[in-house]
């Protein structure tokens, strides 16, 4: 019996352009193409494929259940995810045993905060199962800043925006560049965490990096919410020649 392969594609930061030759062939060639979406949205990394799929497409969307509107503390949030990722873990192993190939869009790099590790967990052992992976978001938010992030030893933490804001200000305090993830209206919080740490004056702000939206902002300018596609960057000033 022939299997097809689950193929979880890494896009990029937000540009076609910046997509591997790997995925950029995979996309091009594929039948069967999934990608997550928000109910009622057409999905941003269905839209960075504009043009580029096949006539005899087969999509499948994935509408996740739930997003913000209930607090991810909330054991309805786990259960509900949970429940979706199985049902989307079957309908994929259903394609991939009749012999076909799927490729799953992935924002970013499929690795690096991504739904599809999600998938990837329930799906490994089952079917095959291959990544390529991405230009991720914060690769293209401190380009798009002008700016290296990192210079010499410096210790370069990446943290969430959900976590509590005590473990926030101790780990902007206590690192060299700093990269913020899953901002949205916890910007508030995190530029309290960031006064509280001292280094508000080198904080920016990145929305949309590598996108037609691109922009780049002092944290000092900005509002109380910021959009899904926004990362804060603190730039490292380590040893340099």
């Known amino acids: 019996m022939i299997i097809g392969t689950i193929h979880g594609v890494g896009l990029g930061p937000g540009a076609a352009d910046l997509m591997s030759v790997r995925a950029d062939r995979l996309v091009r060639g594929a039948r069967h193409v999934a990608y997550f979406r928000k109910a009622g949205r057409p999905g941003r990394a269905r839209r960075l494929v504009d043009g580029m799929l096949r006539a005899d497409l087969v999509e499948y969307a994935m509408e996740y259940p739930v997003t913000t509107e209930i607090a991810v503390t909330d054991p309805a949030y786990n259960d509900q995810l949970a429940a979706f990722y199985a049902e989307c873990t079957r309908h994929l192993t259903a394609v991939a045993q009749t012999g076909e190939d799927v490729v799953v869009l992935c924002e970013g790099d499929p690795f690096f905060y991504g739904s599809f590790m999600h998938l990837h967990a329930r799906l490994a052992g089952r079917v095959p199962v291959q990544v390529v992976p991405g230009i991720t978001g914060m690769s293209g938010a401190w380009t798009a800043s002008g700016r290296p992030i990192t210079w010499g030893d410096d210790v370069l ?31 508030p919080k995190l530029r309290r965490a960031i006064a509280a740490a001292g280094r508000m004056e080198a904080a920016w702000l990145v929305e949309y990096a590598a996108m037609p939206e691109q922009r780049v902002v002092p944290l000092t300018q900005t509002g109380d919410v910021a959009p899904y596609f926004a990362i804060v960057l603190i730039h490292g000033q380590g040893r340099r020649p």
Do not use: N
């Not at 969430?160 to 902007?172: K, N, Q």
């Not at 700093?178 to 910007?187: A, C, E, F, N, P």
């Open 157 to 187: 933490t990446i943290a969430a925006a959900t976590l509590p804001e005590e473990e926030l200000t101790r780990r902007i305090r206590d690192t060299d560049a700093l990269v913020v993830m899953k901002i949205g209206r916890h910007l």
